[in-house]
């Protein structure tokens, strides 16, 4: 409860969050804008006090969710009575369904007032993306207390078929209260049919099917580091990658996968359990990963697959509870880039295998060796991790970061050139074992690698598409012959574990927040309708800030949200694919909409991991942290 606020000498706004056992579905912040104060005498050395303070200008997104459908008629409806103090506005987002009905019971509850007390009740609804200002009345009451309650029951026929912006407004003369009860949409649909307020399924977890269409062959999922999509040839890239090219051709390719987190921890938790980020609860570098989560490695285990890990990564050194599962790790230095794993490391003569092997190019430092080095520059300019995080740095003259984006792009290109020939030196391992046909290959990646498009280097603290779209290229088992050889997407990195799950048939009572990518790929099946989710966290002492970045990608469109920003972002990414054009003051109800389905899916991710509790993550050892700071995560 807040029973006092001390105000500084000029104030005008104050900002109060609410306490976690308070959240719901919305922003879940009060803005409280004060009409007046009056000064309170203090004592020496103490701030000013105030009071006659009124509360005004609550603001919550959406104040509607899930509830189960009386009768057979489908409703979302308020989770419990809404208070709305005089004066406040709830505004809410919605797609009107057909045969659409607005209703609630709403009753006036003054506070004591020397004077009489008027109330009013307004429900507006807004259609025009170009005008938000101005909408339709709807709905109007006035209240002189003790007034009975008024009824809202309006029909919102008119605007079937269109997305809309619904504003509930509370006014009076007095500090008073609207008590809004059971408010509720209730609209004639069947049960397949979307959500209005949430209009894509909500990632959440679900058991993937098991066809178990492959058998039982081995499986290699080859991650690379710090890949952004479209630095290899099957994106487009502007330099060949001839060995990830040829494994493309001999598969599917997903044209848009993206990672939901843009650095290696929390993505490469996601890769195992098909779970995100903030559903799993792996955001720093030691953060356990919870026993109750299995994981991919597990999954083969129970199913007979002698089970591998192979990496160039300090994570798997770090974080112990991501090694569950594997029978045997074989742990190499990041600075050992030139080896890649022999078959013995890999292979036993009488199980199939399932390996990871994680391989830390192109990560920085981008320093191949020859005949890499100078492919494509010449330049002997500084691009290590320490002198491009200073350039991403606030106060960093643009110039030297727009000239050194070039110069440090071209750098990559060469370290990406190097990628693709050790990876071609691996698969030709495999395919001298005699265990390249029969297998199931996978290519991709934790995450992307940024070159100032959006002032900033390397990865971890942005969303925006070069440091979450990545590769994700299928080669099947030869039995396989008839598939896609691409599939649109989006895709993300939670759908590769019930994809192998789906493929191998294994994993009985296993859910994910992820889907299987195989009806698509085998049965040519088109996707259902759904929102890709990522967040970060950006730092990676151990701690989890309370106010992470988060994005949701949905129908062409990309909404971010940092907290510690004015609003949202909106890009159009069919239009717009460098994500350059901010849509969100132009696309008001559709940022709306959009930031809904953010907040609730931020909402469930944080339900599905029992909140925002649990032990501390371990401090980073020595040689982790300098391993760390040679990778440019810690300066």
């Known amino acids: 409860k807040l029973r006092t606020l001390v105000l500084p000498p000029h104030w005008a706004t104050v900002e109060v969050e ?22 309170l005498p203090s004592a020496p050395g103490q701030p000013a006090r105030s009071s006659g303070a009124r509360l005004r200008s ?23 009575p809404i208070l709305m103090p005089t004066d406040s506005l709830i505004q809410i987002a919605l797609d009107v369904p057909a045969g659409a009905r607005l209703r609630a019971r709403i009753d006036a509850i003054p506070v004591n ?26 709905f109007a009451a006035h209240f002189e207390p003790p007034d009975g309650p008024r009824h809202l029951d309006e029909s919102l026929d008119r605007w079937s078929g269109r997305r809309i912006l619904l504003r509930l407004r509370s006014t009076g003369n007095v500090n008073g209260t609207l008590r809004w009860e059971h408010l509720r949409l209730e609209y004639r649909a069947s049960r397949s049919d979307p959500d209005p307020v949430l209009g894509a399924s909500m990632p959440d977890l679900q058991p993937a099917p098991r066809s178990g269409r492959w058998g039982k062959p081995d499986v290699l999922v080859i991650l690379l580091d710090a890949a952004r999509a479209d630095a290899f040839s099957p994106y487009g890239a502007r330099r060949p990658t001839p060995r990830i090219q040829a494994l493309a051709e001999a598969g599917t390719v997903v044209v848009r996968a993206l990672s939901p987190a843009p650095w290696t921890a929390p993505a490469v938790t996601s890769l195992l359990t098909g779970r995100l980020p903030d559903a799993h609860g792996v955001e720093s570098w030691t953060a356990p990963l919870e026993e109750t989560i299995p994981t991919l490695p597990e999954l083969f285990a129970e199913a007979g697959y002698s089970t591998v890990l ?29 080896r890649v794993p022999t078959a013995e490391e890999l292979f036993v003569p009488d199980r199939p295998t399932f390996a990871l092997v994680h391989l830390v190019l192109p990560h920085a430092p981008y320093e191949p060796p020859a005949p890499y080095r100078g492919l494509y520059t010449q330049e002997n300019r500084d691009v290590s991790s320490i002198a491009l995080r200073g350039l991403s740095a606030p106060g960093a003259p643009d110039a030297s970061a727009s000239e050194m984006s070039r110069i440090a792009r071209d750098r990559y290109d060469e370290t990406v050139a190097w990628t693709d020939a050790k990876v071609g030196e691996l698969l030709d391992m495999v395919r001298a074992a005699g265990r390249f046909d029969d297998a199931l290959i996978v290519l991709v990646a934790d ?44 895709a993300s990195l939670i759908d590769l574990a019930p994809t192998l799950v789906d493929g191998v048939g294994i994993g009985a009572g296993a859910q994910f927040q992820g889907h299987s990518l195989l009806p698509q790929v085998f049965d040519y099946r088109t996707p259902d309708r759904r929102a890709l989710y990522a967040r970060t966290v950006g730092n990676h002492d151990g701690r989890v800030p309370a106010r992470p970045k988060t994005a949701l990608e949905l129908g062409g469109y990309k909404l971010l949200f940092d907290p510690a920003r004015d609003g949202p972002e909106l890009y159009d990414l069919n239009a717009d694919p460098g994500e350059r054009h901010n849509l969100a003051n132009q696309r008001p109800i559709l940022t709306r909409w959009l930031l809904q389905h953010l907040l609730a899916q931020q909402n469930r991710n944080a339900a599905l991991h029992g909140g925002a509790g649990g032990e501390p993550a371990p401090a980073l050892d020595p040689q982790m942290m300098r391993d760390l700071r040679a990778l440019g995560y810690v300066q």
């Open 113 to 138: 007032s020397e004077r009489p007390a008027t109330m009013h009740a307004l429900v507006e609804v807004v259609d025009s993306e170009a005008d938000a200002s101005s909408g339709h009345e709807l």
């Open 58 to 80: 609550l603001q919550l997104v959406s104040p509607l969710g899930r509830s189960p459908w009386p009768h057979g008629a489908p409703t979302v409806q308020a989770p419990g």
């Open 18 to 39: 609410l306490p976690g056992e308070q959240l719901r579905l919305g922003t879940n912040r009060l803005r409280l804008e004060f009409s007046h104060a009056v000064p």
């Open 447 to 490: 995450h992307g690698e940024g070159f100032y498009e959006h002032g900033a280097f390397l990865h971890t603290r942005l969303l925006y598409d070069e440091m979450l779209r990545v590769p994700m290229i299928f080669k099947w088992p030869r039995s396989l012959l008839d598939h896609a050889a691409t599939l649109p997407g989006p």
């Open 310 to 338: 192979w990496s160039h990564h300090v994570v798997w050194r770090g974080n112990r509870s991501l090694r569950r599962g594997f029978e045997r790790i074989v742990e190499v230095r990041h600075m050992d880039r030139e």
